[in-house]
């Protein structure tokens, strides 16, 4: 139904990079924030990088200024470069936005892609 579709994962070797995006149904109105998490086996869901509707960003701890978010010139395109990867950036990333859906439901929610899978690995 409501779709967040996520491209540009991939296997790279350590110190490489990735740039991935990710599209936000346009039926999802008011959309803030929209951003990335992930989750890598054995851990629990975490943020990376969101960005707010004043254009407010937030990364998470490790990523040191290796990661960018962005907005793109198209509607409801927002992107992830990410620099100088590790072994331990290897997961789901998983878009994410909150927003709602009007004529469908008034409440604010949030909407999750399906994940593109990032593998850092020599």
């Known amino acids: 139904q409501v779709q967040l579709v996520e491209s540009g994962g991939g296997l790279v070797q350590p110190g490489g990079s990735l740039k991935l995006a990710c599209g936000v149904d346009?039926?999802?109105?008011?959309?803030?924030?929209v951003g990335w998490y992930r989750q890598a086996p054995g851990k629990q869901r975490e943020l990376v990088a969101a960005i707010t509707s004043g254009d407010i960003t937030s990364y998470g701890d490790f990523v040191k200024g290796r990661f960018t978010i962005s907005r793109g010139n198209a509607r409801n395109m927002v992107y992830l470069q990410m620099n100088r990867l590790e072994p331990e950036d290897t997961a789901v990333y998983y878009c994410h936005a909150v927003g709602h859906v009007p004529n469908s439901d008034l409440r604010f929610r949030d909407y999750w892609g399906q994940g593109t899978q990032v593998t850092v690995s020599s």
């Open positions: 346009g039926r999802i109105f008011d959309i803030n924030p």
